[in-house]
C-alpha cells in the first residue's frame, strides 16, 4: 500500500543515508521501523498488565477461601492422575 508521511527534513535525510547505506530501500527501511515501534510499544503495554496486575496482588488478599481450598483438596485427592 502507499502512503504519504511527513518527517521532519533532518530526519528524512538521516533515514535516506541509513537505508542506502544498509542496502534498503525508504519502503523497507520505514516498514522495519513502524513494524520494530509496534512491537516493542505491544511488549511495553503486556508488561505494563502484568505490573499492574502484580501491584493489585501486593496488596488484596488472594488467598483461597478455606472452604474452597478444602473442596479442591478433596477432588484432587479423589481423582486418578
Known sequence: ???AIALPNKLFYIAEKY???HGLSRSELYAAAVSEFIEKR???EKKDITQRIN???DVA???LNPQISAA???ILRNSEW
Open 1 to 3: 500500500m502507499e502512503t
Open 42 to 44: 505491544t511488549k511495553r
Open 19 to 21: 537505508a542506502e547505506k
Open 61 to 63: 488478599d488472594t488467598s
Open 55 to 57: 501491584e493489585i496482588c
Open 72 to 74: 479442591s483438596r478433596r
